[in-house]
């Protein structure tokens, strides 16, 4: 209100930033034509974003070449089986089980010890 040439010139710049912004990203769909026009596939720089260029079926048929190693397919199992659900459950049963086991224990050895004590048998508390 008070300075109406800040106003316009801030608006100007905006205006500015979007028209900067617009070019930018048909320069990029160009480029990317032009990628696609004149370079082969795995010659691209951005092999990793020629996926979104593939169909679907095109790119699986690329990754089946790669080979993978026994060990790799044996650890991603290994790590999807240890995420499963009824693995995880397991697992907590079986630690709490053993927690428990340990509990009786020292509770037995408590017991046995308050006994020495009542008893008067002179035992070592530890």
């Known amino acids: 209100m008070h300075r ?15 028209l900067v912004m617009e070019e930018r990203k048909l320069q990029s769909m160009l480029q990317s034509e032009r990628e696609e026009l004149f370079n082969p596939l795995e010659k691209r720089k951005g092999y990793q974003n020629a996926r979104s260029l593939l169909s679907n079926g095109d790119y699986m048929v690329i990754q089946k070449k790669r080979t993978i190693p026994k060990s790799e397919m044996v ?52």
């Open 4 to 18: 109406p040439d800040f106003i316009s010139r801030s608006g100007e710049r905006v205006k500015r930033l979007k």
């Open 75 to 126: 650890r991603r199992s290994k790590r999807i089986y240890e995420q499963l659900p009824e693995v995880r459950r397991k697992r907590e049963e079986e630690k709490r089980k053993s927690e428990y086991t340990t509990n009786r224990l020292k509770a037995q050895l408590y017991k046995t010890k308050i006994t020495n004590r009542i008893l008067g048998r002179r035992v070592p508390w530890n």
